[in-house]
């Protein structure tokens, strides 16, 4: 068991890891607004009759751009409520997920989801939850 002083420090980093999903939060919206551009500019292009090119790029961008969304958001609205849990300190495994789910937000978010499973693996922050 840690001492006094150790737990104020685990509170603290908690605090920062926290703040740090948030920070995911806005990751995640700024990947939104940067696939609905690129969506766009690539429509706006395959929208002229000669450009059979920009068609082919379209079809092939759309599942891709439906999946990098869809990741975005769950990433998003996961790390929101993930960066609750870790303040109050509930819902471990579930702050651990998203964590591996924001890996894929190379790279800050990768960054971010390391440093959440590894601190969220440790003993004096398991101990802490249970408190």
Known sequence: MATT???HTFR?????????????????????VLIYMLYGDTAARA??????????????????????A???VLT???ALISGVNIWLRRARGFSQCIAVVSLLLFPIG??????????????????????
Do not use: C
Request: glycine letters at 6%; a positive charge; zero cysteines.
């Open 47 to 68: 929208a002229n009759p000669n450009r059979a090119a920009e068609l082919h790029a379209l079809a092939t961008y759309r599942p891709v751009s439906i999946a990098m």
């Open 12 to 32: 603290i980093f908690l605090r920062i890891l926290a703040v740090a999903q948030w920070a995911l939060v806005v990751i995640a919206a700024a990947a939104l």
């Open 5 to 7: 002083e150790e737990q």
């Open 70 to 72: 869809v990741i975005s």
């Open 110 to 131: 990768t960054v971010i989801g390391l440093a959440t499973l590894i601190a969220l693996g440790q003993k004096p922050i398991r101990d802490l939850y249970k408190a």
């Open 76 to 78: 998003g609205v996961g």
